[in-house]
């Protein structure tokens, strides 16, 4: 068993999945048909030996901690050790609510004082990738690094996403820049950390630092603090937006993906729900998908990505979409290029995702501007509707809402907004 205990922060609102997350936070959301974002944390977790496992919630977490639950799908369910949520709470040192990753650890000081392991293994709860963390831990240790970094290369039009980093030729961490404007350094921090627990605990105890990346790093810096970083080579996503989620949702359709959940030694293991298994109807049609148990196909379905129970009736079409879990496509309707929640009812003829008009989403134009339609869980689209590109339609939006219309325009929005 490794030496350290990991804590997942889970915790963050996440505005930019949109009505992925006004229902939910960002870990619970669902990704390549049967799995939560979360489960990629998890399983890395105990696939590597490491059993002791604490998850830091705050924003809406029903449906994360219904999903987890007492662990017993990663084999977490144990006496010792084990999962626990680590929930926000009023009174003593450690009350009130987080303010950033590095506040959310803080808060739960007196839980990390009592493990017994000697390091924390600090993990994102939104990322999606499959990493062995020994090698990471075995480093940081002949390193005696207080503090270890994974970092992995990504596309130069995304460093302002992340926390850029220099590095010097014995790993160590030379410059941290928090999502630059601006940088020719391509080597970006996954958000992965390994603490000495001591020096975690001295470097929280005696600042205010809030965040991890924006606060901590940088101060341990210019202290001159002993920081190694450790390159991951493998596949990694950070999808904290809409564009970013469709993305990785659909490179899982590539013939040889990056990311292969098909691995019988790096099992992703995840709560499975008991469904029959999948019906191809005789006039279906489907090219290039993921289809999860349960689904029912009688239309066509092409390059798209199915969660469990979904129906699609006969005549319908759906393209390059991320349907998720129960979601009934009514006869000859036409899905392309969408993001469909939970429980979502499509009536027959319906068209989502229709036209050529690309106009960018009015309420985030700079996130939602690819022709990506949204529908948020449990809303009921009209029979015969056309709704256009980059369209969010909030959750819980009945019949009622859409009214009298016949065609809700590209780049509008609608519907209750539960935010």
């Known amino acids: ?17 949109s009505i992925l997350t006004e229902i939910r936070s960002e870990p619970a959301v669902h990704f390549g048909g049967k799995f939560r974002i979360i489960d990629f944390s998890l399983s890395n977790c105990v696939n590597s030996d490491i059993y002791n496992v604490a998850i830091l919630t705050q924003y809406k977490p029903r449906s994360l901690n219904d999903h987890i639950g007492i662990g017993k799908p990663w084999d977490l369910d144990r006496a010792t050790g084990g999962v626990r949520l680590l929930q926000p709470y009023t009174g003593g040192a450690y009350g009130g609510w ?6 959310a650890v803080r808060r739960n000081l007196d839980f990390v004082e009592m493990q017994n392991e000697d390091h924390v293994l600090i993990l994102a709860g939104d990322h999606i990738y499959l990493m062995d963390y020994r090698p990471m ?32 030729p014995d790993d160590r961490l030379q410059a941290f820049q928090e999502k630059p404007k601006r940088t020719k350094e ?16 001295e470097i929280l105890e005696g600042t205010s630092h809030k965040d991890f990346g924006k606060d901590v790093v940088p101060a341990m810096l210019a202290d001159k ?31 040889d993906p990056a990311l292969n959940m098909y691995d019988p030694n790096w099992i992703i293991h995840t709560k499975s729900e008991e469904r029959a298994p999948v019906k191809i109807g005789p006039n279906a049609s489907v090219d290039g998908n993921l ?29 390059d979409s991320v349907i998720l879990n129960d979601v009934s496509i009514g006869a000859g309707a036409v899905i392309d290029r969408c993001i469909v929640d939970k429980g979502v009812v499509i009536g027959a003829e319906a068209k989502l995702g229709h036209g050529d008009d690309n106009k960018p989403n009015g309420e985030m134009p700079d996130k939602l501007n690819t022709g ?11 029979n015969g509707i056309e709704i256009g590109r980059n369209v969010v339609i909030h959750p819980e939006s009945g019949e009622k809402a859409f009214g009298k219309r016949k065609k809700i325009k590209s780049g509008s929005s609608m519907g209750k907004d539960q935010r």
């Open 1 to 17: 068993m490794a030496n350290a205990m990991a804590m997942i922060m889970a915790g963050g609102s996440s505005p930019s999945m």
């Open 98 to 103: 987080q303010q950033g990753t590095a506040d």
């Open 137 to 168: 831990i075995k480093q940081h240790i002949q390193n005696n690094a207080e503090v270890t970094l994974a970092v992995r290369r990504v596309n130069p039009h995304e460093t302002h996403r992340f926390g850029i980093v220099s590095v010097g």
């Open 186 to 201: 391509t080597l970006a921090s996954m958000g992965v950390y390994i603490f000495r627990k001591d020096v975690l605990m």
């Open 225 to 255: 603090r002993s920081i190694y970083t450790y390159t991951f080579p493998g596949y990694w996503a950070d999808v904290g937006t809409v564009q970013a989620y469709w993305e990785a949702n659909m490179s899982l359709l590539a013939e």
């Open 291 to 319: 289809i999860s148990n349960g689904c029912r196909v009688e239309g066509e379905v092409m390059r798209s990505v199915l969660s469990p129970g979904v129906h699609v009736a006969e005549g319908a079409i759906v393209r």
């Open 372 to 382: 990506i339609t949204l529908v948020g869980k449990n809303c009921v689209v009209p």
